[in-house]
């Protein structure tokens, strides 16, 4: 008796412009992207927050002082933000568990969970990005057809 996976494949998803997964994918690698760009930036500035205010203490002491640990972090989200832009298939799950690593920062904090929940949402569409990318970036893809 053959099982449902060998008698039920996958509808191929049209790789087009017009193609809503497409849409999808091409929304969270841009967002991906340049929201870590942005946001490691604004680590050097502080100007869209205050960032070590969501820094758990310890945390900000294991590097001297939490203007350093964010200095770091910035970097690294730079980094990332890059990554997906070029490997969204790498990128996209390292952002994933960097999320995730800023939302267990966060519930030692004990404070600001809004953000946290935030961060969560983020995570998941992080992984959505990651399953999308599974599809959509090869390594020599051809554009879209219109």
Known sequence: MPTIAATHQAAPV???????????YQILHWVFTVVPILAGVDKFFNKLTEWTMYLWNPLGRIFGSAGTFMHIAGALEIVAGFLVAFKPKIGAPIVALWLAGIIVNILFQQSNYDIALRDFGLLAGALALSRLAMHFDHPHAELPRV
Request: charged share 25%.
């Open 14 to 24: 049209e790789e087009s412009i017009k193609s809503p997964a497409f849409q999808a």
